[in-house]
């Protein structure tokens, strides 16, 4: 079992920035693919970013140039940096882990409690 614990979330000003955090623990080493999510209220989760075993990165159109998935492989943490926020981000942001690569898209194996991310306009 991997177990995820996100942090970082809060509220922010338009234009402002967060860093988001997933800690993993438990069965790590069977983890190659992790990603970050979002859920605004009244839409379906989102897939924001994903990052593979190979550093290989994915975002969605919407972030893409303003967020940034990068992992500390030390620490067991994977990171979402957020720039110039708009209120349109403003959701809960789920970690997820998956052990085989494809799966992190759409059918990870497992998931955060999510950070709530609120941009003010």
């Known amino acids: 079992q991997v177990q995820l614990v996100e942090s970082g979330g809060g509220l922010v000003q338009a234009g402002g920035s967060l860093r988001l955090s997933c800690a993993a623990s438990g069965t790590i080493f069977s983890i190659n693919a992790m990603g970050w999510y979002r859920q605004a209220p009244g839409k379906e989760r989102e897939l924001v970013a994903t990052?593979?075993?190979?550093?290989?990165?994915n975002y969605a159109d919407s972030v893409k140039g303003r967020f940034t998935i990068s992992r500390d492989n030390a620490k067991n943490t994977v990171y979402l940096q957020t720039n110039s926020l708009e209120p349109e981000d403003t959701a809960v942001y789920y970690c997820a882990a998956a052990r085989r690569i494809p799966r992190v898209v759409g059918d990870p194996d497992y998931w955060g409690q999510g950070t709530q991310v609120t941009v003010s306009s």
């Open positions: 990052i593979t075993s190979g550093d290989n990165t």
